[in-house]
């Protein structure tokens, strides 16, 4: 273990309760509002919501103490963190998958991004007012099938983004977030009351809440298993470097815990909002990427007000996603910086540059390109599974195992306890991440890929 110089030199969360926020707005984003409940729908509902909870326990909440704790102790970017703990191997091996993971993921982010930022103008003009639930259907499959509009409002998305990662860590959007997510919160409680209220809106609380475990196959097990790394934003290097930012006496057991609870909560209302009103509605659950999209503005339809609730709620989806979305883009522009001696600036636009080139195929591949598929899937798709399921599991196990097996007990003791001054009980912590997760990850690929 190299000494702690340059540990002052380096930018720090200011407070414990700035470095919570900042790690639950990389955590809380599209992952869980849009991505979770099209995921359940996908999949059957009940069964797959638990096996989530069963998996963010013994896997997601390990993992994030575990990347918290590796960044801390690595002081350094995703690749750097490891040079500074004499792993360079590690780093050249965590570092690689988690900044391909970080492209991968945002062609498609920036996508889904840039469908918010569309629907914050619609609902704006009132796009939704008065439309049946058909209209609605088919208003969005006009919007994400047209060869420019989504394309356009992605670029937007990735420049709004670009501009406040280049601007370093910005107060600015961390005292925004302390703002506004507290708001989503409350916004997601009101519309799942509203949702659960409306007649028929019972069936998708059965939906989701009764497990039939006979839809469980090696398939879904493998979604939730990527669920779990992508919402909670694991397996890449991104809660790694944020870790990096943490004073080093703040209570990294407490803000897992924190966090981990938090996204949870977050996934499960956006889905006790959505569900009900497919059913109400009598949409379909399993339709996808589209599901926040075709059926949320039914539900405003049906509130008093509801233009201006739509206009809030997309609003704040955007800015769940813009928050998710920086700490992808500083993974990559952290690394480029530190280890390449990039200018900030230079490294953000070249970084959004190749990640636009990327992410016009995920755009076009719901409309023009529709028909082509690899390995059986649309590009959108491909881009999502490879970078859920593959990359993000991978880099986990590897963090896991080196967190687990390669750093001695007592410096890892020593750094979670900030050095005794916490006394958390480990024994399961190291029980998780010395057994649990890395078989765990390696049976279910096993299971997805035979
Ligand atoms: N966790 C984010 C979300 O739920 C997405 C993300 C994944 C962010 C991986 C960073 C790293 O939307």
Same mark, same amino acid.
């Given at each position: 273990?190299?000494?702690?110089?340059?540990?002052?030199?380096?930018?720090?969360?200011?407070?414990?309760?700035?470095?919570?926020?900042?790690?639950?707005?990389?955590?809380?984003?599209?992952?869980?509002?849009?991505?979770?409940?099209?995921?359940?729908?996908?999949?059957?509902?009940?069964?797959?919501?638990?096996?989530?909870?069963?998996f963010v326990l013994i896997m997601g909440r390990p993992l994030m103490l575990t990347e918290l704790t590796l960044g801390r102790l690595g002081q350094g970017n995703a690749y750097g963190a490891f040079q500074r703990m004499n792993a360079p191997g590690m780093g050249r091996l965590i570092g690689s998958m988690g900044i391909l993971a970080a492209f991968i993921i945002m062609s498609f982010y920036t996508a889904i991004g840039g469908w918010t930022m569309a629907y914050i103008f619609k609902s704006a003009s009132g796009g939704f007012a008065g439309a049946s639930?058909?209209?609605?259907?088919?208003?969005?499959?006009?919007?994400?099938?047209?060869?420019?509009?989504?394309?356009?409002?992605?670029?937007?998305?990735?420049?709004?983004?670009?501009?406040?990662?280049?601007?370093?860590?910005?107060?600015?959007?961390?005292?925004?977030?302390?703002?506004?997510?507290?708001?989503?919160?409350?916004?997601?409680?009101?519309?799942?009351?509203?949702?659960?209220?409306?007649?028929?809106?019972?069936?998708?609380?059965?939906?989701?809440?009764?497990?039939?475990?006979?839809?469980?196959?090696?398939?879904?097990?493998?979604?939730?298993?990527?669920?779990?790394?992508?919402?909670?934003?694991?397996?890449?290097?991104?809660?790694?470097?944020?870790?990096?930012?943490?004073?080093?006496?703040?209570?990294?057991?407490?803000?897992?815990?924190?966090?981990?609870?938090?996204?949870?909560?977050?996934?499960?209302?956006?889905?006790?909002?959505?569900?009900?009103?497919?059913?109400?509605?009598?949409?379909?659950?399993?339709?996808?990427?589209?599901?926040?999209?075709?059926?949320?503005?039914?539900?405003?339809?049906?509130?008093?007000?509801?233009?201006?609730?739509?206009?809030?709620?997309?609003?704040?989806?955007?800015?769940?996603?813009? %928050?998710?979305?920086? /700490?992808?883009?500083?993974?990559?522009?952290?690394? #480029? *910086?530190?280890? =390449?001696?990039? @200018?900030?600036? !230079?490294?953000?636009?070249?970084?959004?540059?190749?990640?636009?080139?990327?992410?016009?195929?995920?755009?076009?591949?719901?409309?023009?390109?529709?028909?082509?598929?690899?390995?059986?899937?649309?590009?959108?798709?491909?881009?999502?599974?490879?970078?859920?399921?593959?990359?993000?599991?991978?880099?986990?196990?590897?963090?896991?195992?080196?967190?687990?097996?390669?750093?001695?007990?007592?410096?890892?003791? %020593?750094?979670?306890? /900030?050095?005794?001054?916490?006394?958390?009980?480990? #024994? *399961?912590?190291? =029980?998780?991440? @010395?057994?649990? !997760?890395?078989?765990?990850?390696?049976?279910?690929?096993?299971?997805?890929?035979?």
């Amino acid at each position: 273990m190299k000494s702690d110089a340059g540990h002052n030199s380096r930018d720090h969360f200011s407070s414990q309760y700035g470095a919570l926020v900042a790690i639950v707005g990389s955590a809380v984003g599209l992952g869980n509002i849009w991505r979770f409940p099209y995921i359940a729908g996908v999949y059957g509902g009940g069964a797959i919501i638990l096996l989530y909870i069963v998996f963010v326990l013994i896997m997601g909440r390990p993992l994030m103490l575990t990347e918290l704790t590796l960044g801390r102790l690595g002081q350094g970017n995703a690749y750097g963190a490891f040079q500074r703990m004499n792993a360079p191997g590690m780093g050249r091996l965590i570092g690689s998958m988690g900044i391909l993971a970080a492209f991968i993921i945002m062609s498609f982010y920036t996508a889904i991004g840039g469908w918010t930022m569309a629907y914050i103008f619609k609902s704006a003009s009132g796009g939704f007012a008065g439309a049946s639930s058909q209209q609605i259907q088919q208003i969005f499959s006009d919007f994400v099938s047209h060869p420019v509009w989504p394309i356009v409002w992605q670029a937007l998305f990735l420049l709004a983004t670009m501009y406040v990662v280049m601007r370093g860590v910005s107060k600015g959007i961390e005292k925004f977030s302390r703002l506004m997510m507290p708001l989503l919160l409350l916004l997601l409680v009101v519309m799942g009351i509203r949702a659960i209220t409306l007649p028929g809106g019972m069936d998708g609380l059965k939906f989701l809440f009764k497990p039939d475990l006979s839809k469980l196959n090696p398939e879904s097990v493998m979604a939730a298993l990527g669920q779990v790394f992508f919402s909670l934003s694991l397996g890449m290097g991104a809660i790694l470097t944020y870790g990096s930012y943490l004073s080093k006496d703040a209570d990294i057991v407490k803000s897992s815990k924190y966090v981990t609870i938090a996204d949870t909560v977050i996934s499960l209302l956006a889905s006790i909002a959505i569900f009900p009103a497919v059913f109400a509605f009598g949409l379909d659950p399993t339709s996808g990427p589209g599901l926040l999209f075709e059926t949320l503005p039914n539900v405003f339809g049906q509130m008093p007000a509801g233009q201006v609730f739509s206009f809030i709620f997309f609003f704040l989806v955007f800015i769940a996603a813009l %928050t998710s979305a920086m /700490s992808l883009h500083e993974v990559v522009v952290a690394f #480029a *910086v530190e280890e =390449f001696g990039m @200018r900030r600036p !230079v490294a953000a636009w070249l970084i959004s540059l190749l990640i636009m080139a990327l992410g016009v195929f995920c755009s076009l591949s719901l409309g023009i390109m529709s028909d082509f598929t690899l390995f059986g899937k649309s590009v959108f798709d491909l881009m999502d599974f490879i970078s859920s399921n593959i990359l993000l599991p991978a880099g986990g196990l590897c963090m896991a195992i080196f967190l687990g097996y390669v750093l001695s007990r007592p410096v890892v003791e %020593t750094e979670i306890t /900030s050095g005794g001054r916490y006394r958390p009980h480990l #024994a *399961v912590f190291y =029980f998780l991440v @010395r057994y649990v !997760v890395p078989i765990a990850v390696f049976l279910i690929f096993l299971n997805g890929i035979c």
